[in-house]
């Protein structure tokens, strides 16, 4: 048995200070500290460090990724294994984390397909970064910079940036603990006798050009399907590199925070019994997809699972990886309930999946990213408006002269969210 404890340091608000503390449940940060770390890369010649707390009339744009704080308190390895701290199997031990707060990073463009949070208005209820404190770093490039090597600066940025913060909670006392207590095969099965044996199948985004996940440092397009301890994401195992739409792509807080291992675990010995996290890619190529989802369905066989929920990423191509996955894995006589948003037009009529198979006949839905939404003017920006016409959901005529925005909510990062968090959860 692998045991867990994940201790909450709940953040009721963020400060500039003359030194960086958690005191009180306010997280001071000195802003000449972390400018210093973001600094570190050569690639990004300035930036800027700006709160937005929910409700403010705030508008953050465009957005990178968002990332919550942890620290490692004890047991092997270290947070975000493989990419900032050394390359060891984590997700057991004490782990704390900074809930109520996030490191966003934004900036000048890297790809089209980053988003918006808007922390008030019709916008802030689509995603559930609103309702944190956000600590964002808004970077600037060096001239001249390709935008593949801008985006790993920037990710890194990022993460370093939560490193710190996070250390910041070693030696304090948890506001809450949650605990998660894992199994061997064999060691689950007798422990849980007659309860359905249940695994976690994630799909992650794989497809390249800036369409990147990675597992403790690999691109996850050069792996194949493979099992994890479920806890494992809780220590930043999987990373975002994704700057896929908005919508539905996972920044890095949701693979800490997933909201499907969250729930099975809620469940786990009393409903299910909770076997594993299943991890595969999705690559662009024909016999990458039917590797990857061979390989998937062999491990659900080979486990003797009765059930799986299968979640992906992404949108139109990946469609055709979900509907393998879920094909094959049903054909192994192992029940599949699927996770997916849906982009059926703005009317609502269309073929809302790019692929489709009558084994797909049970369905979680994150909603149509094609619905229109106007945003209203706010206060305050935080980044640029200079991107929301050509980022995926935005077109020539979204940003109005009134300062209103009519974009679809795939431009609002996490509005249809496929690993449950936001919506799963809160069911």
Known sequence: MKRLELGHINIKDIQFGPESKIEDGVLYVDEEAVKAIVLEDERIKDCKLDIARPGESVRITPVKDVIEPRVKVEGRGGIFPGVISKVDTVGEGKTYALKGMAVVTAGKIVGFQEGIIDMTGPGAEYTPFSKLNNLVVVCEPVEGIKQHDYEPAVRFAGFRVAVYLGELARELTPDKTEVFETYGVMEGAEKFPGLPRVAYVQMLQSQGLLHDTYVYGVDAKKTLSTIMTPTEIMDGAIVSGNCVSACDKNPTYVHENNGVVHDLFEEHGKTLNFVCHIITNENVYLADKQRSSDWTAKLCRLLDLDGIVLSQEGFGNPDTDLIMNCKKIEAEGVKTVIITDEYAGRDGKSQSLADADVA??????????????????????????????????GNEHSLREDGTIEVEIQAITGATNETGFGYLSAR
């Open 360 to 393: 797909a006949d049970a369905v979680i839905t994150g909603g149509n990213a094609n619905q229109v939404i106007v945003l209203p003017k706010l206060d305050k920006v935080i980044g640029t408006l200079d991107y929301v016409n050509t980022i995926a959901g």
